[in-house]
Structures are given as structure tokens and as C-alpha cells.
């Protein structure tokens, strides 16, 4: 069953760092997100994806970060220089086509410890 | 901003009991969906919900949109051991990427 792929499944790094999260989505989908947890709360949207361009972003997704999709296959979340409050898991998804509303398949997260 | 609360927070039962939880929004959701999130992985989709009172089944789980657009709930029957998780609810809108999600409902299963 074709799955999103996530890199690394843990990363940790010391404040002010740069850190890049690597995602695979589904080789057909066409709509990606990127998503985060804070330990032990809900799954916070961070930003949706889509014909190379962002189509939403939430508040939490402030000029610290940025993503990209750098070839026809990775989807990246650069955060360009971290803070404390950024660990969580941060989870990519993606979606086939916009009438799969809502429908998306997620990895299995990058968790990022910022020290 | 949009907040889905559910409840409870947690439930621990015993193996083969039916399970009820439930979700309510401050406003109104085109779409609901039910998701599931084992240790150490992501959110697993369960069911999608499109129309308002709608009924829809997947094996042992049965959810429903609730008339208000504003609240569902989602059961499980003869709970098993790999029923084990966080179920997450979560709203949409069309014309909007973004899924909220909802605060979560803990299953523990009591061997």
C-alpha cells in the first residue's frame, strides 16, 4: 500500500539552528500539508501545498518557516532558525485530488527536539 | 479561531464493550472526519463524513454528521485490543485546505 514517507524520524538541535524535514508524499497526490503536535495535544495545521505554490498557511507558519518541493518527488519544511517552543512531531500529508476533501494520508511524523 | 472539543478525554474499557464518543464544534463544518493515531505514528483515516446526518459505517466503527453541521460522534462495537489509541475528530470546509482537529478521546482497553 503506497505510503508518505518521512526523514528524519528524529532530529534534535540547538536553538537558533536550521533544520529541514523531508517528506515523500504518495507519488500520485497532488495536495500536500505539513502538520504538527506539540507532545500530548492535537494535530495543529501548519501549511497546504499545491501546483508549487502555498494555498493556506496558519498562523504558526511565520517567515521561520518555508517549504519547498525541490523535484518531482520531496516536499520539505525548512525552519530556518528554531526556538524552543518548535519541538513537536511534525507530520506530512498529502491528498490525491481536491474532491477527497479532507482525505489525507499521513506519515508517520518527524519529531524535533530543540534543545 | 475554530475549536472542536471531545468527550471524554479518556475511556478505559473492557475488551468487547461498545464504545461512544463525541465531538462539538463552535461552528459549523462542511466535512467531518474520524481519525485514529497509534504511538509513534500519524493519523489514520477512518471515516469521512460529507452530508449532514449522515450515517456511515466501516466495519465496527460507525460515525454520524450531526444535523447542526456542529458535532458527530463516532462508535465502536465488540472493542478489541488494536482498538487501542487516540481517535481524533477533525472539520473542514470546502474552499478551505486546512483540517482542524479536535482534543482527542484516549481508548484504553482493560485486559
Known amino acids: 500500500e503506497p505510503e508518505v514517507t518521512q526523514t528524519p524520524s528524529h532530529q534534535v538541535t540547538q536553538m537558533g539552528q536550521e533544520v529541514i524535514l523531508r517528506c515523500v508524499p504518495i507519488?500520485?497526490?497532488?495536495?500536500f500539508y505539513w502538520y504538527r503536535q506539540i507532545l500530548g495535544q492535537k494535530v495543529e495545521f501548519l501549511v497546504s501545498?499545491?501546483?508549487?505554490?502555498?494555498?493556506?498557511k496558519s498562523e504558526i507558519f511565520d517567515d521561520q518557516f518555508s517549504v519547498e518541493r525541490p523535484d518531482g518527488s520531496n516536499f520539505t519544511l525548512k525552519i530556518r532558525s528554531t526556538k524552543l517552543e518548535d519541538s513537536a512531531m511534525y507530520f506530512c500529508?498529502?491528498?490525491?485530488?481536491?474532491?477527497?476533501?479532507?482525505?489525507?494520508?499521513f506519515g508517520e511524523g518527524s519529531r524535533l527536539t530543540v534543545l | 479561531g475554530q475549536q472542536l472539543n471531545q468527550s471524554p478525554q479518556s475511556m478505559f474499557i473492557q475488551e468487547g464493550e461498545d464504545v461512544s464518543m463525541n465531538c462539538t464544534s463552535s461552528?459549523?463544518?462542511?466535512?467531518w472526519l474520524w481519525y485514529k493515531q497509534e504511538p509513534g505514528e500519524g493519523p489514520v483515516l477512518l471515516i469521512a463524513l460529507y452530508k449532514a446526518g449522515e450515517l456511515t459505517s466501516n466495519g465496527r466503527l460507525t460515525a454520524q454528521f450531526g444535523i447542526t453541521r456542529k458535532d458527530s460522534f463516532l462508535n465502536i462495537s465488540a472493542s478489541i485490543p488494536s482498538d487501542v489509541g487516540i481517535y481524533f475528530c477533525?472539520?473542514?470546509?470546502?474552499?478551505?485546505?486546512?483540517?482542524?482537529f479536535g482534543t482527542g478521546t484516549r481508548l484504553t482497553i482493560i485486559p
Open positions: 461552528s459549523i463544518f462542511n466535512t
Open positions: 507519488s500520485n497526490h497532488l495536495y
Open positions: 477533525a472539520g473542514t470546509n470546502f474552499g478551505n485546505e486546512k483540517l482542524t
Open positions: 500529508a498529502s491528498k490525491e485530488a481536491e474532491v477527497s476533501h479532507g482525505e489525507l494520508f
Open positions: 501545498f499545491y501546483n508549487n505554490e502555498i494555498s493556506e
